[in-house]
């Protein structure tokens, strides 16, 4: 994958707008909603964990690598079918954003991705902590199963937004 042309700021300028207008297409072309806006999703997290430039998410190359990758597998093939409906869509509209429909405002938090964060610098003070021990890492779950329960206990209703 390494091979595979990485992403240019125009690709990160312009992911949002393709994944908004892949999706407006796939509804157009009559395909289910839920599924639909799982691929746009799922084309924002590709984009996103691989930086690759779009021109190389569009390759055939690119297609197969995620297709036998073990991510997809876990997802049951969701990653590859995304990407082939995205395949689809840029034989149809071309290969350039010009003519691809800016993204409504009320939906920029849906598919305009945030900027990312320059890297912050190390605090010293992080040196002072000690490593977690193999008795830490083996109690963490526990730890967590009960902080929900307290949560839970003490009112939280959605202890999924922790």
């Known amino acids: 994958m390494d091979a595979l042309e990485g992403a240019s700021a125009e690709d990160e300028a312009s992911i949002g707008k393709w994944a908004y207008n892949f999706v407006v297409w796939s509804l157009k072309q009559g395909k289910k909603e839920s599924s639909v806006l799982m691929n746009g999703r799922d084309l924002l ?3 996103k964990e691989d930086q690759k430039s779009l021109s190389a998410m569009g390759s055939e190359e ?9 991510r ?12 082939k409906n995205f395949r689809e869509f840029r034989a149809d509209v071309g290969i350039s954003a010009d003519g691809l429909a800016d993204v409504p405002e009320d939906l920029h938090g849906r598919w305009i991705p945030k900027a990312q964060a320059a890297p912050c610098e190390r605090d010293p003070a992080m040196d002072l902590l000690e490593a977690a021990t193999a008795e830490d890492e083996s109690l963490i779950g526990r730890w967590a199963y009960n902080f929900v329960q307290w949560s839970v206990s003490n009112g939280k209703k959605d202890v999924t937004a922790l």
């Open 45 to 47: 997290k590709l984009f």
């Open 72 to 83: 997809n597998k876990s997802r049951h093939g969701q990653l590859s079918s995304a990407l």
């Open 62 to 70: 690119y297609y197969e690598i995620i297709k036998a990758s073990a």
